[in-house]
């Protein structure tokens, strides 16, 4: 399979060992960042006509991922 973009490390390098810590000790940021990487999956696996989409599809999701990724954001901000 090809490279899947937008991947947790790859929008946040500087803060891997934050993203780390957060997933092992706050429940919640661990829920939403495994949502992020599920929708993250999905939406390449449909940009690559594995699991073809209508575009409109594909927009929403894009919309929650951002979603998720500035939720994300937002506590790597306090970490």
Known sequence: ???????????F????EAIHALKAGNAHF?????DY???NR???RMETNVEPAED???ENLKKKRLALKDEIAGFLATA
């Open 1 to 11: 399979m090809s490279h899947v973009a937008h991947e947790l490390h790859e929008e």
């Open 13 to 16: 390098p500087q803060q891997a």
């Open 30 to 34: 661990a829920r939403i960042a495994e």
């Open 37 to 39: 990487h599920a929708l």
């Open 42 to 44: 999905a939406i390449h």
């Open 56 to 58: 409109a599809t594909i």
